[in-house]
């Protein structure tokens, strides 16, 4: 059983109504997971960006078309992975008429843990891959050690095996077209240790690597 570090959810609490922090005022919405409640691989994102905000859907915007092409390259579909964030609601700050993700800090992280625990006791996946470092926090309750953890090849979380990788939006982000490679073969090799860790076989639509100019920055 997992051990809460807060209350757990009272029966007419839900991510919908969920007043343990105050990033719900700022959100359109609470967006929880999505995929198969029997999937064998678990994906743990960070939080909403804008436009899973507004249609409360994860991974539905750049960082999500990223996500799906590395999964369809390690030869998985994304209907055959629950899909998830560390925090559930989108925070952000202004930046013209956008609306920028903004790291959530470890009290709202630690806040939203209740509803991820709940998503972990549902689905029961055997493999967890952690897209980033705020899930690898949330996920390990490390503050430290997500650049090791990467490089190891498999660790462990509540009898799930715990893959670690970049966050998709970091292969958007970073200047350097050989950084943003680096971070999308990463996380395509950590998709694959996810599926052999999983026992699954790889399906037959391995596609090629997005050429550089495919791997658009989020701007
Ligand atoms: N970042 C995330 O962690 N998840 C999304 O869905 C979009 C951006």
């Known amino acids: 059983m997992p051990t809460f570090k807060f209350p757990p959810p009272e029966p007419d609490e839900s991510p919908a109504n969920c007043r343990r922090c105050d990033l719900w005022a700022g959100a359109t919405q609470a967006v929880c997971g999505s995929g198969p409640t029997n999937a064998l691989i ?3 994102g960070e939080q909403p960006g804008e436009e ?14 990223l996500l799906a092409r590395a999964l369809h390259q390690a030869g998985l579909a994304r209907e055959q992975v629950f899909i998830t964030h560390a ?5 952000w700050m202004a930046r013209g008429k956008r609306r920028i993700q903004k ?19 549902a689905v029961r996946p055997r493999v967890v891959v952690a897209l980033g470092a705020t899930a690898y926090r949330a996920l390990t309750g490390q503050q430290r050690g997500f650049a090791e953890a990467r490089a190891s090849r498999v660790l462990e979380r509540s009898g799930a095996a715990l893959v670690v990788t970049w966050h998709p939006s970091a292969a958007l982000r970073v200047p350097s077209v050989e950084m943003r490679r680096a971070i999308y073969d990463d996380i ?32």
């Open 42 to 44: 678990m994906l743990v």
């Open 52 to 65: 899973e905000d507004e249609r409360g859907e994860p991974f539905v915007g750049p960082a999500g078309t």
């Open 87 to 91: 925090v559930k609601h989108f925070k």
């Open 103 to 121: 790291t959530p800090t470890q009290a709202e992280v630690a806040a939203c843990e209740v509803w991820l625990e709940q998503e972990l006791v």
């Open 188 to 219: 395509v090799a950590a998709l694959r240790r996810a599926a052999a860790q999983a026992g699954m076989a790889p399906s037959s639509g391995e596609i090629a690597a997005p050429s550089a100019s495919e791997l658009p920055t989020d701007n």
